[in-house]
């Protein structure tokens, strides 16, 4: 027989995505925008057409490391907790460790299921996209 806490927490989770994953979807750590006139920021978006799903990811950059990070993401559950996870994952980091970041560690970090491959792809994207701006204008 199922206990109180695990029928509360199958209501919370009715789809039975990985912890990590809906922690991440409710909490949304860091989600939003930096106000418009923040400098040093530098924003990267991806999309994938045949989910639907965008992902923004903007990081205020001080010599060469990202010293804040916010996303805004339109998709499932998981495209948000990739965006919440790359957000918090890249503070401290410069740009060559921003590079080495892809949609196989992504996976693993998050245990996103193959189903949702496309969500840890969409990440490396938005990622790449920053990194390309980075190294085009380095701040």
């Known amino acids: 027989m199922e206990t109180l806490a695990e029928t509360q927490a199958a209501a919370a989770n009715p789809f039975n995505y990985g912890t990590q994953i809906w922690a991440l979807f409710r ?3 860091r989600a939003g925008r930096f106000p418009p006139a923040t ?7 991806a999309g994938t057409p045949a989910a639907h799903s965008v992902l923004s990811l903007a990081l205020q950059i001080d010599d060469g ?3 804040d990070a916010r996303f805004q993401a339109y998709g499932c559950p998981t495209s948000i907790a990739v ?3 790359i957000a918090d994952w ?5 740009v060559a460790e921003l590079a080495a970041l892809t949609a196989t560690r992504l996976r693993n970090e998050l ?3 193959d189903e949702r491959a496309h969500c840890a792809l969409l990440g490396e994207d938005a990622l790449r996209a920053v990194v390309a701006l980075m190294k085009q204008e380095p701040l």
Do not use: F, S, Y
């Open 27 to 29: 909490l949304a750590p």
């Open 39 to 45: 400098p040093g920021v530098v924003l990267g978006k």
């Open 65 to 67: 490391e990202v010293v």
């Open 83 to 85: 965006g919440a996870w």
């Open 90 to 94: 890249a503070i401290g980091k410069r």
């Open 111 to 113: 245990e996103i299921p």
